[in-house]
């Protein structure tokens, strides 16, 4: 699977505000531990604010990813009108790159308002791009609140790695 940090690179020189969340976002606090989650995408938890959706779609589309909503492209013009439409329904987008790199761009994180996670967020270099990651505590708590089967799952099968990442001070 390909890298984030070229679209992570693209994203701050847009200054667009978001935070690396799920099972990804788990990883980057898991990797000087030695502890590698398995997963098929990124997911960016943005703001609902659409003058930021917008420049996420600018992003991506400089670094050729293709933008979808649910299983159709997302319309033209990719304009502000159109993200305010995306925000209002709290919409996601999905991004599909190069090297088969998926990336949701999601206005939802279940149990958290943006700007808490934004406020608590650790930034981490990844190939010399700066990321934006959500607390561990905050994307397990998260997992947990949505109650889906595969995130269950995840939480069950990694219980202890997590538990011991997020540790009695950490996460």
Known sequence: ??????????????DVRYVLIGVAGANMHAHASGVVFTTQDRDLFLPREPENLLRAWQACEACNFDLVTETEPLDFPRDLELAKKVVEHAALTRAMGPDELQVDLTLVMAGFHFEDVWRERTVYVFEDAEVPVARLRHIVESKAAVGRHKDQLFLATHEENLRQLLGPDKG
Do not use: T, V
């Open 1 to 14: 699977m390909s890298s984030l940090a070229p679209l992570a690179r693209a994203l701050a020189a847009r």
